[in-house]
Nanobody, 125 residues
Framework: QVQLVESGGGLVQAGGSLRLSCAASGRTFSSSPMGWFRQAPGKEREFVAAITKSGGTTDYADSVKGRFTISRDNAKNTVYLQMNSLKPEDTAVYCC??????????????????WGQGTQVTVSS
């Protein structure tokens, strides 16, 4: 079992920045590729970013590439999402997830076995 708790969400003006954190407990965090997803009201859950268990490889949705950065600190059992140049269309609930496989980076929600409850990010224009 893996328990995931997100933090760092909030209200920010367009052009601003936020850093989300996802603290993990349970099975060995360092063996799990991790991902961030978001879901806006009335929309499907959307892949945002993913990172391998070592942190050596990352993947981003085109909509956030160049603005968001995913990273992890295995010593702290935490994965981060640094969000810069935020836009109103980034408004959503952001969730972190731990993958079922020990390898690779994954965009499909079905590849993830464990999910956090999410943290709200609201970007005002």
């Amino acid at each position: 079992q893996v328990q995931l708790v997100e933090s760092g969400g909030g209200l920010v003006q367009a052009g601003g920045s936020l850093r989300l954190s996802c603290a993990a407990s349970g099975r060995t965090f360092s063996s799990s590729p991790m991902g961030w997803f978001r879901q806006a009201p009335g929309k499907e859950r959307e892949f945002v970013a993913a990172i391998t268990k070592s942190g050596g490889t990352t993947d981003y949705a085109d909509s956030v590439k160049g603005r968001f950065t995913i990273s992890r600190d295995n010593a702290k059992n935490t994965v981060y999402l640094q969000m810069n140049s935020l836009k109103p269309e980034d408004t959503a609930v952001y969730c972190c997830a731990a993958a079922s496989s020990m390898y690779g980076v994954w965009r499909a929600p079905g590849a993830y076995a464990y999910w956090g409850q999410g943290t709200q990010v609201t970007v005002s224009s």
